[in-house]
């Protein structure tokens, strides 16, 4: 089982944004911006194109939820979606909240943020997902 996985089991802790049966969003613990979050497929794929067609369909339709939820909770001028990633193999999807295209730069330095902050930002998250 890989990270990603365990996280989404409830193994490894994490900060929950949303989820569903399929899928899992939680915090970025390296975030770009404040509401960087993560959504991955519960079932562990390394690659989103290895996907079937119906589960990417389905996988898209919850970020595009998630990145509702995010606009709402931290409002910006639009929710970036990147697929980005070697380091864990597993499908994953960044959603970034930015206010311009600097914010979407993963050579810049990430946020370091205490633990409640983290909290708070993925408790406004998920409280606008499940409206």
């Not at 899992?24 to 911006?33: C, G, K, R």
């Not at 991955?40 to 509702?68: H, L």
Request: some cysteine; hydrophobic content about 45%.
């Amino acid at each position: 089982m890989d990270i990603f996985s365990k996280i989404a089991a409830g193994e490894i802790p994490s900060y929950k944004c949303a989820e569903n049966e399929e899928f899992y969003a939680f915090l970025d613990i390296n975030p770009l911006v404040k509401g960087h979050t993560l959504v991955i497929p519960r079932r562990e794929v390394d690659y989103i194109f290895d996907m079937e067609d119906d589960e990417i369909g389905r996988y898209q339709q919850f970020a595009k939820k998630v990145a509702v939820a995010i606009k709402t909770a931290f409002p910006c001028v639009k929710v970036a979606e990147v697929v980005l990633g070697l380091e864990v193999p597993h499908a994953h999807i960044h959603l970034i909240p930015m206010q311009s295209e600097a914010d979407v730069d993963f050579k810049r330095e990430k946020l370091s943020l205490p633990a409640e902050e983290m909290k708070q930002i993925a408790d406004k998250i998920y409280a606008e997902f499940v409206k």
